[in-house]
């Protein structure tokens, strides 16, 4: 046998002793370190969001001084993300399964005006109220997960129309009147829970920061750390995998979206709370600015990618430019020009770290 | 929601019947187009009308744009107005360029065209226009600021809260007619910002909303944290004002101007939230709106104009219970009879 090896016994099987012997292995060469930095960008999507936030809180601080480095303005950009925090969470759950969600903003300020007209015309106590408000942006959020999950219908389209209908329906039944603050605060005074404050030397922290927080950290561990939290990874990564893993992907798209509006009536009620009054103008943009914090957080529109956390800190981002540059006395066109700058710096780096994989 | 709908359907069904009588009763035919139809100052504005419209027996029909800058509605209820007959219409432009070649083409049809609350650009392409003076009502409550911080006034700490960054007239209007009522050089009286007067501790806009109004506020106050006077565009901006002040006790030592004179803002006034508020009148701009067509139905007479200005002056009136010397005004229980929305 060992006169077999050594002598190849067909003529063409000459050449096999020139050849390779190692065992097949991949192609190693020293990483350089802005390939290590890829890799470390691709397994933790937060950090570049929150290196940004770092950067341009030492830009603004060395700009501005105390004025802007202080416990009191920094706990402040906190209050004014407030809404966009806990809009953002609802919209990272949707945007991860690869989905949008344009009605965010039109579900929550029709919880706020459901948690305040059904308490000031119908009479009824205030705490019935606001479940009544969180019931109808669950039932919204619900609808929305239905037509997308069941009916197949794209979730761009669906909550395009969602928008218009729970806007529309907002000011038909506000008859866009306004409930004053002083009149909530001598009647009903749970609706504006979220305005409380807790203070601590300067720093001041409302119910509703409070909320957002802890809204978002339940969410990092749910999404990281339990099963549905995966499955939302997996639907969004690649719908018809998760399917075959055995992940119920109609269930749990419905229950991202039933979630997410139950979110969104959350915010309503810390809407409450930061303008004392229930306003069925308030709100416009929610969608918009929840959209924009989830990308410069650097989550993938194209689902199954990122982190809330990364979400937060893009809504601090956009809070610490807005608050920056108006202490600075910019015109505020200027803060628009920088938030578009970003949103597309950060959808350039996500394209860039996704290079990692491919 | 069912109560909602229900008194709508009622009120829909009693307009119909006004405009149907009215037809019968007089040839006279004319439309009314708002922004929107949930704007508590354009209900206001479309009862003052339906009211006046039927007392006179003219048919009147309704219009208005789906949301706030929905100028392509507009151009259509024009459109139907001049192919229904109308002899005029009364419009509160959502884009006061935009709307122009419309209003010509149904001015060119005979039609008597009427712009409410805003002017178009130019303002002699309607027939006339019935507004509020917003210069004036800014002047008024910066007049009052002025003779209630009395000697404090030289050494005013004032935080402007504006509507937009793309400075619409009214914008303009109401914060250089405050400068003016103050005091305040306005240097350029077409631009807010240019100014340099000490006194001035920043702009910044609030969209015209409570949650607008707030963020701003507190801005500008940690721009400057000792802001005693604040100047809001409307009064829900004010509320939001009032929101930050009094989330860092600043409540109490603060003066909040504004101008509207909503129910609520009213409301505002009477419990001291707001200091004063120059209030303007949508039910009057109608009824007289109605009038005019009327009259150049029947006689062919066009409305005159305010002497000494651009248009039709449907008054503007300042409301306050702290009233001060040589700036006339009403109380907040007056205002209340008054106010709309």
């Known amino acids: ?53 770092v950067i341009s809180l030492l830009l603004f ?26 809009v953002g969470a609802a919209q990272t759950l949707v945007v991860l399964t690869a989905g949008i969600e344009l009605s965010v903003g039109a579900i929550m300020v029709m919880s706020s005006v459901i948690m305040g007209q059904f308490t000031f015309r119908y009479g009824l106590p205030a705490p019935i109220s606001i479940l009544c408000g ?36 907002n000011f038909l039944y506000s008859k866009n009147e306004t409930i004053r603050s002083q009149d909530i605060a001598a009647q009903a005074p749970m609706l504006q829970l979220f305005g409380g404050q807790v203070r601590m030397g300067g720093a001041v922290f409302t119910f509703g920061v409070i909320a957002m927080v802890l809204l978002v950290l339940v969410l990092a561990y749910v999404l990281t750390q339990t099963a549905w939290g995966r499955h939302v990874y997996a639907i969004g990564d690649d719908p018809d995998a998760a399917e075959l893993a055995g992940v119920k992907v109609e269930k749990t798209l419905i229950q991202v ?56 800190f893009g809504a601090l981002i956009v809070g610490v430019f807005q608050l920056g540059l108006r202490l600075l006395g910019t015109d505020p066109q200027w803060t628009y020009l920088l938030i578009g700058l970003l949103i597309i710096f950060a959808v350039a780096v996500d394209q860039w770290i996704r290079k990692v994989a491919g | 929601m069912t109560f909602g709908t229900l008194r ?58 789906k949301i706030e800058g929905d100028n392509e509605s507009q151009v259509q209820a024009i459109e139907t107005c001049v192919a229904d007959g109308a002899k005029g219409i009364l419009l509160v432009p959502t884009d006061s360029k935009g709307i122009v070649e419309s209003v010509k083409k149904a001015r060119d049809a005979g039609i008597l065209v009427i712009a409410l609350d805003t002017p178009l650009d130019p303002a002699d392409a309607a027939d006339a226009t019935f507004a509020t003076d917003n210069f004036e009502a800014g002047r008024l409550i910066g007049e009052w600021a002025k003779a209630t911080l009395g000697d404090g006034a030289a050494d005013a700490r004032i935080a402007f809260l504006d509507l937009l ?16 009522g103050f005091g305040i050089d306005t240097k350029n009286v077409a631009v807010i910002g240019d100014e340099d007067d000490s006194r001035i501790v920043g702009h910044d806009v609030t969209n ?12 500008l106050l940690q721009q400057d944290p000792m802001v005693n006077l604040v100047y809001t565009i409307n009064e829900p901006a004010a509320a939001g004002a009032y929101e930050a002040l009094k989330s860092v006790g600043r409540e109490g030592d603060v003066t909040i101007v504004s101008v509207d004179g909503g129910c609520p803002g009213v409301k505002n006034v009477a419990e001291g939230v707001i200091g004063a508020t120059s209030q303007q009148y949508p039910l009057i701009m109608a009824s007289k709106g109605i009038e005019a067509i009327k009259e150049y139905a029947d006689t062919g007479k066009l409305p005159e104009k305010t002497p000494g200005k651009e248009f039709t002056d449907t008054g503007v009136t300042l409301i306050t219970d702290k009233p001060v010397e040589g700036v006339d005004s009403i109380t907040s229980q007056e205002g209340l009879e008054k106010c709309w929305g």
């Open chain 1, 1 to 53: 046998m060992a006169d077999a090896k050594s002598q190849p016994t067909q003529e063409f099987e000459r050449v096999l002793k020139d050849s390779a012997t190692e065992v097949a292995s991949f192609e190693r060469h020293r990483k350089s370190p802005l390939e290590r930095a890829q890799h470390v960008l691709h397994g933790n999507p937060a950090f570049v969001p929150l290196i940004v936030l």
């Open chain 1, 61 to 86: 601080g060395l700009l501005l001084g105390t004025k802007f480095f202080s416990a009191f303005a920094l706990t402040l950009i906190l209050q004014q993300v407030a809404i966009t925090g806990i």
């Open chain 1, 134 to 169: 969180f019931a109808v942006g669950g039932l919204i959020g619900y609808v929305n997960g239905f037509l997308v999950a069941r009916m197949k219908l794209p979730p761009f389209i669906v909550t395009l129309g969602m928008w218009q209908i729970v806007l529309a329906a």
């Open chain 1, 257 to 312: 979206y039933t979630l997410s509006g139950l979110i969104c009536a959350l915010a309503g009620w810390v809407l409450i709370g930061r303008i004392g009054s229930v306003s069925p103008t308030a709100g416009q943009f929610a969608n918009i600015e929840s959209i924009t914090a989830v990308v410069i957080g650097g989550i993938s529109l194209f689902g199954g990618r990122g982190s809330i956390l990364g979400m937060l």
């Open chain 2, 8 to 65: 709508g359907a009622l009120m829909a069904a009693a307009a119909f019947g006004a405009m149907t009588a009215g037809a019968q009763a007089a040839d006279v035919n004319a439309c009314l187009i708002t922004k929107t139809d949930t704007n508590p100052f354009f209900v206001k504005m479309k009862e003052g009308a339906l009211a006046k419209a039927e007392e006179l027996g003219v048919g009147l029909k309704t219009y208005a744009g």
């Open chain 2, 165 to 180: 960054p793309a400075q619409p007239t009214v914008d303009v209007l109401r914060d250089q007619g405050f400068m003016t």
């Open chain 2, 208 to 219: 015209g909303n409570e949650e607008g109004g707030r963020t701003a506020m507190e801005n």
